[in-house]
């Protein structure tokens, strides 16, 4: 149904001069942090190649403030990432897809089911591991390159696995992503534990 500018009630009118919603500025004070965090520039620095006051990227960083889009796109500017990148909703450090759930599609001619558990980005790279655990000591692992993500699907037996003060405990045919780029561990829960471990590199 179409509307013709002069027939709009009082209430459309009303409703299309209302402001649209803002983002949440937690969210823009997370990106920062991270971004500026991965390049490795202080406050002052970042401030600075963005041609912004140290005390405005500091209140933004804190949340506060109002910014706009020339503040932010000079940022993104200055940090060598896209200005989506510090306005989009952040993703969840740990993903976990429980066997036998996410998005499945079924062969018409044979017994056959495709589950997508994770779509590559461009320009990424993926090597693939096939491991196998037991029981006792837990596996610490250093950060990997910035950027890193890691996808781990269990085979048998059973683990824990994440990001340190984020792991879950998984079970076979369950998947899980988390960053790579911070300490995590993996642990075998029951003997005979094997798991693929995809991690991915930008």
Do not use: C
């Amino acid at each position: 149904m179409f509307v013709k500018a002069n027939d709009r009630t009082d209430g459309a009118n009303s409703m299309s001069d209302s402001p649209p919603p803002r983002l949440p500025l937690d969210w823009i004070a997370a990106s920062l942090r991270r971004e500026r965090t991965r390049a490795g520039l202080s406050l002052s620095e970042l401030a600075k190649r963005a041609g912004i006051a140290k005390s405005t990227l500091s209140q933004l960083e804190a949340a506060g403030g109002n910014p706009s889009v020339e503040t932010l796109w000079a940022l993104g500017v200055a940090l060598g990432v896209p200005f989506s990148a510090l306005v989009e909703p952040p993703a969840p450090s740990v993903r976990v897809i429980r066997a036998g759930q996410g998005p499945s599609v079924a062969s018409e001619k044979a017994e056959y089911m495709a589950t997508l558990l994770s779509a590559s980005p461009p320009g990424a790279r993926r090597d693939i591991y096939h491991l196998r655990a037991e029981p006792g000591a837990v596996r610490e692992s250093d950060p990997h390159i910035p950027g890193s993500v890691e996808h781990l699907i269990v085979s048998t037996g059973r683990m824990k696995a994440g990001p340190a003060g984020e792991t879950v405990e998984l079970e076979p045919g369950d998947y899980m992503a988390y960053r790579g780029d911070v300490p995590h561990s993996y642990e075998a829960l029951e003997p005979g534990t094997t798991f693929v471990l995809v991690m991915q590199h930008v």
